[in-house]
């Protein structure tokens, strides 16, 4: 089992959290959407990403710049990844 965070449509401090793949550029675009997670089986390993709203936390703050409020919600997106049995 996996888990990795990736930004979704706020300002990407590390470039290990750009979304690194398909799967996770997909999900930041639906989550962006609105859509509460993204989830995919493939290749024998179902994935899935939720959205983790960073309003009210602090986050945006760096995220965003001081000072610089959100005129939308912000997220992040954290992935799960496991391996799955397949007949």
Known sequence: ???R???V???VLNIDHKPANEFEEQAAKAI???EQDYE???RGVY???QGISLSNRGCLSCHLGFGTSAKKERF???VISIPIATE
């Open 40 to 42: 995919l089986i493939e």
């Open 5 to 7: 965070w990736f930004g």
């Open 32 to 34: 962006a959407a609105g």
């Open 1 to 3: 089992i996996k888990a």
């Open 47 to 49: 994935r899935r990403a």
């Open 76 to 78: 992040a997106g954290l």
């Open 9 to 11: 449509n706020a300002k």
